[in-house]
């Protein structure tokens, strides 16, 4: 079970396995861990299992793409037809979505059964898979520790290899950060890139579903399946078909790495911080030359994102009413009541806390101090970017501040939690694409990620240097002991 | 800023969210925190800025005038709380 | 104290489009509750709005047609309140930079009593924009709850805003049937009241006359006829007097009328709705309209009605009356219209009135429109073509089209068939004067000792004598020369 995509679609193809049995085996390591790990909340082996059968069956008849037969895992957040869909929240805890998400649309098209619907926080909302209402996930590091969040328990079963990949979605950091704590490789790609329709939307000018998987490589082809145009989703972007695998091989010769200053300041930890400057020097061995660049706004990019965020979400979840499905409340003597009851016991409290925050931000007196101002930074920080990447070919810089810290030990101070995505936010508001990709271990040998950021459309340029720096290191090789 | 025990009353009043009298106090502590976060932003002047709403600084595409959606209200009440007669049924709304 | 009244008005006009503005349901009224409610329209978690072009094209035919700004980028926003018919708990409308700013429509009011003159008033337009309508609360008893149907959620509307130009409830209704006139005549819009594709909300204040500053205004919603608007806003005229005559202050709601008790009362719900936390969709971009398709549709439009007025005035000589009614609808002008470019000799005026006298009021009694009218534009230029050449006397013309009507035909067909033609034979006519005169001796002495009546009483008789087919400006001529010359 260290096997990766690529290496599962060559045995496939070459006819040593069948999808039905690498199904099997995945199905059962989930069996056996996910009581630990708690990184599924939905498993429905019979579904996997006619899926897996079908995608042989498609094999047979020579009708493969290069993936069919192999097993992925689908964050909940993801509309699956006929699969419990929570988002991680008591208030869709019975919601049987009846109808796909177009990623979904796209991973059954090429034909890759799903092994069931990972783990999350609350409507994507949190760092640390705590804010989950089906409880944490544990990382498989230290099940002591949180895999990060939103996105936890796909970062968390990839990990574990419950799954060789999973989907996840990307508002502030929630590919990212999970892949970092978890030692797995994510990507989030360009805002547009890949369709929204279907993903539960936190907050929509923001949200990006994107792979998370062991290696760059295995990230590419699943973004070949994910990416594409859909009419359905408006900010869905009409662009040519791109194969993300084509510069993989490229040497990074000449290759401008652009290092934020504002990245390698104080609240980064040390253990990170060598371990990125030892990446660096990884790089320029490979041949690239780095530079400084500044990201002077970047440091104002959490404040902003914790109204625009929040304020969209506040909106985007007033359609969970009790009305039309999902959870109600059993009781309750008016309408007003049942809205009331309704949201308050459906939703957690990180949630309602940024409901509660967005709807300020947007009341009436304070939408242009608050709205307006976050979207006025927001176009500054969008502006750094486009500066530094007039220097530069990619950034590189931490994923986050700190390895996987303990479970709890930030639950009850939202503050301290939304620090921690303190490198990955700047980049959502822009925008644009990046990466995590596993750099080396702390003392305490919990995973770090090293963050790559890419130009607007600057996937396969991103991923190039990401699949060059594992072809000379082995970090994300590394699989957590006992699991 | 800071927000007072009615702007948390006031504000889950408006989100329909109940929040009880004990409740509201963690609240109104919780929310200031992050406003403390927030406030930071205040500070930059932002005078000429023109405010970023998306991502992409491009138009929206518009779809032709076909009815393409077929008649699911039986799978989509199927997973209702509450249907009679193809009706979502709620608790009696008064104008 | 004399008192003012001040009024402007909100009409939601349902497009007439195939689908939804947001998804591709169909908006086709009356169907099974539900049945036309999309994943889209029901707000399922996770789905996404796309914009329908025909609906952005409405919109701009709509501000072409009263020469308003068109917004080349405009915006949708997000209008956040909670409401079971509104599936998403925000309403996808036009804030900021609607679709369509500006532009006036100029409305002829008419007088006190039928036949006063009109007076032409102008009422400049705020703004129109796009918007999705909600969905229908049922309020049968279900086991005390209430019912929502989706069909209509998700609904185009073009939401059209005037400033508070109107005067009087005369002055909105007056203003509410142009916009009505001229939706339906560009095709925005069906018209359809009674299936609620035209409603009214008047926003109507009272204040001293002379005072500059206006009242505290009260919102009328969801008028669904002219005749409702005229009784809503002249009751609630009448109510605000009297509540600041016995010293209360008027306090701004949402009011509804009843059209049973003919009162309007302050609505209930909806009380904490005020804050709508406006702000710009994520899930849309901005809309750009380019020229080429702005340019295009500006050759789709038709002539307008207040082009059609000005031109049946000023070419055609019609008075405004007569270019008002005839531009009552499309279909009205383009069958006059028709039927001049059928006549030989066209005669405008003769067209209006038999259009405006016999042919409407045969279609009223047949409730019909006039476009499934019984006789053509070119059957009646037919019958007319025999008024102008005298073949036809008004009479005969009548019977002409009555059977024209029943039977259809031609008129020279049906004139022939029934031998109407009209008799200008003058030694015809002659002789049954002759006779007449014989007949009726003491009228013809009456006459001559100076009774004018009996002229009358003579010429009657000569008709009568000629089954109406006498040329009556003959008879008149031959008896007075026949009487004075004996």
Redesign the interface.
């Known amino acids: 079970m260290t096997s990766t995509i690529k290496q599962l679609s060559i045995l496939l193809a070459e006819g040593k396995a069948s999808s039905v049995e690498l199904s099997r085996d995945y199905l059962g390591r989930i069996q056996a861990l996910n009581h630990t790990l708690n990184a599924f909340v939905t498993v429905d082996p019979d579904k996997t299992l006619a899926e897996a059968a079908a995608a042989d069956a498609r094999r047979a008849t020579g009708q493969a793409d290069a993936l069919t037969g192999v097993p992925i895992a689908h964050k909940d957040i993801f509309c699956a037809e006929g699969w419990l869909t929570t988002c991680g929240s008591k208030m869709l805890s019975n919601f049987v979505s009846p109808y796909d998400a177009h990623v979904i649309e796209r991973f059954k098209a090429a034909g890759m059964p799903c092994l069931g619907k990972t783990n999350m926080d609350e409507f994507a909302m949190g760092s640390s898979n705590e804010t989950s209402f089906f409880g944490p996930v544990k990382n498989p590091w230290d099940t002591a520790r949180v895999p990060g969040g939103s996105s936890g328990g796909s970062a968390a079963c990839v990990a574990a290899r419950l799954a060789p990949a999973a989907t996840g979605t990307d508002t502030g950091g929630s590919i990212r950060q999970p892949a970092a704590l978890c030692g797995i490789t994510g990507l989030k790609p360009t805002y547009g890139v890949v369709s929204r329709y279907g993903m539960i939307a936190f907050a929509s000018s923001l949200d990006q579903g994107g792979p998370m998987a062991r290696t760059a490589e295995d990230c590419a082809l699943l973004l070949n399946v994910m990416a594409g145009f859909d009419a359905r989703d408006s900010t869905s972007l009409e662009r040519e078909k791109e194969d993300y695998t084509r510069d993989l091989a490229k040497p990074l010769a000449g290759l401008r790495i652009g290092l934020p200053r504002e990245f390698f300041g104080a609240g980064l930890s040390g253990d990170t911080a060598k371990a990125v400057e030892e990446a660096i020097a990884q790089y320029r061995k490979l041949g690239a030359e780095t530079v400084e660049v500044g990201l002077p706004n970047s440091r104002l990019s959490v404040a902003a994102y914790y109204v625009l965020a929040p304020a969209e979400a506040s909106s985007n979840l007033s359609r969970f009413d009790g009305v039309r499905y999902g959870y109600r409340t059993p009781e309750y003597k008016d309408l007003t009541d049942m809205y009331e009851k309704t949201r308050a016991e459906g939703f957690g409290a990180e949630v309602k806390r940024r409901i509660m925050i967005g709807t300020y931000v947007l009341s009436h007196g304070y939408y242009d101090a608050y709205y307006i101002q976050a979207q006025r930074l927001r176009r500054l920080i969008a502006n750094d970017f486009a500066e530094a990447f007039k220097v530069c070919d990619v950034i590189l810089g931490p994923t986050a501040p700190t390895t996987a810290f303990k479970l709890g030990e930030k639950a009850d101070d939202p503050v301290q939690m939304y620090l921690s995505d303190i490198y990955t936010i700047a980049v959502n508001l822009a925008g644009l694409p990046g990466m995590s990709l596993p750099c080396g271990f702390d003392g305490q040998g919990l995973p770090i990620g090293l963050q790559l950021i890419g130009d607007y459309f600057g996937e396969a340029k991103m991923l190039n240097v990401a699949h060059q720096y594992q072809l000379a290191t082995d970090w994300h090789t590394r699989a957590p002991k006992g699991i | 800023m800071s927000?007072s025990i009615d702007?948390?009353k006031r504000?889950?009043?408006?989100?329909?969210?109940?929040?009880s009298e004990d409740e509201a106090a963690g609240?109104q502590t919780?929310?200031n925190?992050?406003?403390?976060?927030?406030?930071?932003?205040?500070a930059?002047d932002?005078a000429g800025?023109?405010?970023?709403?998306?991502?992409?600084d491009?138009?929206?595409?518009?779809?032709?005038?076909?009815?393409?959606?077929p008649?699911?209200?039986e799978?989509?009440?199927?997973?209702?709380?509450?249907v009679?007669?193809?009706?979502?049924?709620?608790?009696?709304?008064?104008? | 104290m004399q008192w003012e009244t001040v009024i402007g008005l909100e009409v939601h006009t349902q497009l007439t489009t195939q689908s939804k503005i947001f998804s591709g349901a169909s908006i086709a009224f009356g169907a099974e509750p539900n049945t036309q409610a999309c994943q889209v329209d029901i707000a399922l978690p996770g789905v996404l709005p796309v914009l329908n072009r025909g609906a952005v094209e409405r919109a701009i035919k709509f501000g072409l047609a009263i020469g308003a700004k068109l917004n080349r980028t405009n915006i949708f926003a997000r209008k956040n309140y909670f409401y079971p018919d509104l599936p998403k708990g925000y309403q996808i409308s036009q804030f900021e930079l609607p679709i369509v700013e500006g532009g006036a429509l100029t409305v002829q009011v008419e007088g006190d009593k039928p036949g006063d003159k009109t007076v032409e008033k102008t009422v400049r337009i705020t703004r129109a924009h796009l918007e999705e309508d909600a969905g229908k609360s049922l309020h049968e008893d279900f086991h005390g709850m209430t019912g929502i149907d989706l069909n209509r959620a998700g609904t185009p509307l073009l939401e059209i805003v005037s400033e508070p130009d109107m005067r009087s409830a005369r002055e909105a209704v007056a203003y509410a049937k142009a916009l009505h006139t001229l939706v339906t005549w560009i095709g925005t819009c069906d018209g359809n009241m009674q299936e609620g594709s035209f409603r009214v909300d008047a926003n109507v204040s009272v204040r001293p006359l002379g005072q500059k500053e206006f009242g505290t205004r009260r919102e009328i919603k969801n008028l669904n006829s002219f005749r409702f608007l005229e009784q809503a806003i002249n009751y609630e005229v009448r109510w605000q007097i009297e509540q600041i005559e016995d010293g209360h202050k008027i306090q701004q709601a949402t009011v509804l009328f009843n059209p049973d008790t003919g009162e309007t009362r302050a609505m209930r719900s909806k009380e904490d709705a005020h804050d709508y936390r406006y702000f710009p969709d994520p899930d849309l971009l901005p809309v750009k309209l380019d020229e080429a398709w702005i340019e295009q549709v500006k050759a789709s439009l038709p002539e307008l009605p207040e082009q059609k007025q000005t031109r049946y005035r000023d070419q055609l000589g019609l008075s405004a009356y007569d270019a008002i009614t005839l531009t009552g609808s499309r279909a009205m002008a383009e069958y006059f219209e028709a039927v001049l470019a059928e006549q030989a000799n066209p005669d405008a005026k003769l067209a209006a009135n038999w259009i405006m006298g016999d042919l409407s009021a045969a279609l009223n009694k047949a409730e019909l429109d006039i476009a499934d009218s019984r006789i053509g534009a070119g059957q009646l230029a037919g019958l007319l073509a025999r008024i102008q050449d005298g073949t036809l006397s008004g009479k005969l013309a009548k019977q002409v089209f009555e059977a024209m009507w029943s039977e259809g035909g031609e008129a020279d067909a049906i004139i022939e068939a029934r031998g109407l033609k009209q008799m200008s034979d003058s030694g015809e006519i002659e002789r049954i004067i002759d006779e007449v005169m014989a007949a009726n001796a003491r009228s013809v002495e009456e006459f001559r000792s100076g009774k004018e009546k009996a002229f009358n009483a003579l010429v009657g008789q000569v008709m009568k004598a000629s089954k109406g087919k006498a040329n009556p400006a003959q008879v008149n001529d031959l008896l007075r020369k026949k009487l004075g010359a004996s």
């Open positions: 927000l702007d948390v504000i889950a009043k408006l989100a329909r969210i109940r929040v609240y919780r929310l925190g992050i406003f403390g976060l927030i406030e930071s932003m205040q930059v932002t800025v023109e405010p970023m709403s998306h991502a992409q491009l138009a929206q595409r518009l779809r032709p005038d076909a009815v393409t959606e008649n699911r209200r799978a989509f009440q199927a997973i209702a709380p509450q009679e007669d193809g009706l979502y049924l709620v608790p009696k709304v008064i104008e």
